[in-house]
C-alpha cells in the first residue's frame, strides 16, 4: 500500500525560499507520476507541478514554472518541491500525490494517494 508523508511547510516572507518533501513508500514507483497540489481557503484544489520517477520528466502549472522546482531521489524514494520566490498568492495548503502513468496530470481527481498536505504561509 502507497504512503505518502509531506514535510517542509512553514511561514515565510514574500521573496522567501522553501523546499517541501514527500516521502514515498509501500512499493516501486518506476512508472509513476508524483504531482504536488495545493489548495488555498474557499478554492479547488490546483495543480502546481508533477515529476515522472522514471526519467524524471517535468511539468509545471504556468504561475510557478520559473520559480518552483520539482526532483526526486529514487534512491530514497523522494519527491521535492523547491519553491523560491515565494508570493502571498502561493498561500496554500501543499499536497503530493501519487498515480500511475496516464495523460492530464493536472486532474487531481485521476491522482490515487495522497499525502497529508503540509500548510505554507507567505507574508507580504
Known amino acids: 500500500q502507497v504512503q505518502l508523508v509531506v514535510s517542509g511547510g512553514g511561514l515565510v516572507q514574500a521573496g522567501d525560499s522553501l523546499r517541501l518533501s514527500c516521502a514515498a513508500s509501500g512499493r516501486t514507483f518506476n512508472r509513476d507520476i508524483m504531482g504536488w497540489f495545493r489548495q488555498a481557503p474557499g478554492k479547488e484544489r490546483e495543480f502546481v507541478g508533477a515529476?515522472?520517477?522514471?526519467?524524471?520528466?517535468?511539468w509545471y502549472e504556468d504561475s510557478v514554472k520559473d520559480r518552483f522546482t520539482i526532483s526526486r531521489d529514487n534512491a530514497k524514494n523522494m519527491v521535492y518541491l523547491q519553491m523560491n520566490s515565494l508570493k502571498p498568492e502561493d498561500t496554500a495548503v501543499y499536497y503530493c500525490?501519487?498515480?500511475?502513468?496516464?495523460?492530464?496530470?493536472?486532474?487531481?481527481?485521476?491522482?490515487?494517494?495522497w499525502g497529508q498536505g503540509t500548510q505554507v504561509t507567505v507574508s507580504s
Open positions: 500525490a501519487n498515480r500511475i502513468g496516464g495523460t492530464n496530470l493536472q486532474a487531481y481527481q485521476l491522482y490515487d494517494v
Open positions: 515529476i515522472s520517477w522514471s526519467g524524471g520528466f517535468t
